[in-house]
T-cell receptor, first 113, second 112 residues
């Protein structure tokens, strides 16, 4: 039972354009959502997060949008840069205190020059 | 600042062998976690430790045991390795009230 789903295994975007990565969840108890970025042979690193009390959070070129009624969130990267090429994981949590994260399958983003 | 250190980085085991994956963090975090990453499955939680002295099962605990040796160290043991445990294993840590995990660089384990 995959509670957090990233249905696009890969995405290819031209440098300078917008990258949009999508994530769906099924557990209505999730109240905090995060995006992690992972380069080959490294561990995931935290990128941006959003609480369920908000519908948008922005940090520089990265913006996360949350649509609670659709149980959907997305990560926008504008403008996309070659260094953004990585695997992006969506994660969610429903636990106060233990902060256990449930991760999606990941989307491999490739930025083409 | 080392962050989260995992050893070894690579390991090949024969079916039935045992081994312990080591993890240490130097950020004084209370919570520590073990995840495995498999193609098409994302990161799945094996075990976690909310604080020193406590451990709990995650989504996929079968075939594994853990020890929270002290606040810094959280080890993962495979008593009798199986090919299905071939995976990349990540250790992570966080503050008690934080969702921002810090991950180690991973251990790539192959069981033949």
């Amino acid at each position: 039972d995959q509670q957090v789903k990233q249905n696009s295994p890969s995405l290819s975007v031209q440098e300078g354009r917008i990258s949009i990565l999508n994530c769906d969840y099924t557990n209505s108890m999730f109240d905090y959502f995060l995006w992690y970025k992972k380069y080959p042979a490294e561990g995931p690193t935290f990128l941006i997060s959003i609480s369920s009390i908000k519908d948008k959070n922005e940090d520089g070129r990265f913006t996360v949008f949350l649509n609670k009624s659709a149980k959907h969130l997305s990560l926008h990267i504008v403008p996309s840069q070659p260094g953004d090429s990585a695997v992006y994981f969506c994660a969610a949590s429903a636990t106060q205190g233990a902060q256990k994260l449930v991760f999606g399958q990941g989307t491999r983003l490739t930025i083409n020059p | 600042n080392a962050g989260v250190t995992q050893t070894p980085k690579f390991q090949v085991l024969k079916t039935g062998q045992s081994m312990t994956l080591q993890c240490a963090q130097d950020m004084n975090h209370n919570s520590m976690y073990w995840y495995r990453q498999d193609p098409g499955m994302g990161l799945r939680l094996i075990y976690y430790s909310a604080s020193e002295g406590t451990t709990d099962k995650g989504e996929v605990p079968n075939g594994y045991n853990v020890s929270r040796l002290n606040k810094r160290e959280f080890s993962l043991r495979l008593e009798s390795a199986a090919p299905s445990q071939t995976s990349v294993y990540f250790c992570a840590s966080s503050e008690t009230d934080s969702y921002g995990y810090t991950f180690g660089s991973g251990t790539r384990l192959t069981v033949v």
